[in-house]
């Protein structure tokens, strides 16, 4: 497997400046409400550091904005992702990649991730924003997917939908997992 690329920084850089200066919050109350520190968000709104998926989601729910605002620069009309492209965000805590496909946009509620995973630590996810529901078709591996002591083992072709807006796992049962994840915003 490819190293991720990583999501541009100046993208992520710019988002979190707009979305900060939106609602009208500082640097010191947003690194509060994402439990960061002051001086993480400022290296990162400077364009500098590397932010885990971790990071860059509870800035998300602090600015409560979807996840992919803060990831996804732009596109053109015609959008080609070729294998082992794209904004791809680390896991701190597991081995488990999400590259942004699509981000929502704008009046729709969707983004659309490529989850490549490896056994070993699972990736635990806080909520995300109220009414998020996760969509998660698997191609390759099995795994564990859903709600924190409510997951299901998937195997290639299998669908599951649940909560989002709950803590939720996905845990790669087998070397080369692969699965497509699409996560909707409600209102």
């Known amino acids: 497997m490819s190293e991720p690329s990583g999501a541009p920084l100046e993208a992520i850089a710019a988002a979190l400046q707009r979305e900060r200066r939106r609602i009208g919050l500082s640097l010191a109350e947003v690194a509060r ?3 960061i520190a002051k001086s993480t968000l400022s290296g990162l709104e400077a364009g500098t550091g590397n932010p885990s998926i971790e990071t860059l989601w509870a800035l998300s729910s602090a600015l409560d904005v979807p996840f992919s605002l ?5 596109r053109p009309v015609v959008h080609v992702i070729r294998a082992g492209e794209g904004p791809a965000l680390a896991s701190e805590s597991a081995d488990y990649i999400a590259t942004l496909l699509s981000a929502s946009p704008a009046k729709t509620r969707r983004d659309i991730y490529l989850i490549t995973a490896q056994p070993g630590e ?4 806080e909520p995300h ?3 998020t529901v996760e969509h998660v078709v698997m191609s390759t591996g099995r795994a564990l997917v859903g709600p924190v002591g409510e997951a299901v083992e998937v195997a290639p072709g299998d669908y599951i939908a649940y909560p989002g807006d709950v803590a939720h796992v996905f845990e790669a049962l087998e070397t080369g997992t692969a699965a497509v994840l699409v996560s909707e915003h409600r209102s």
């Not at 803060?70 to 732009?74: E, I, N, R």
């Open 122 to 125: 699972p990736r635990r996810s």
């Open 129 to 131: 924003l109220p009414g």
């Open 70 to 74: 803060l990831v996804d620069p732009p």
């Open 33 to 35: 409400r994402a439990g």
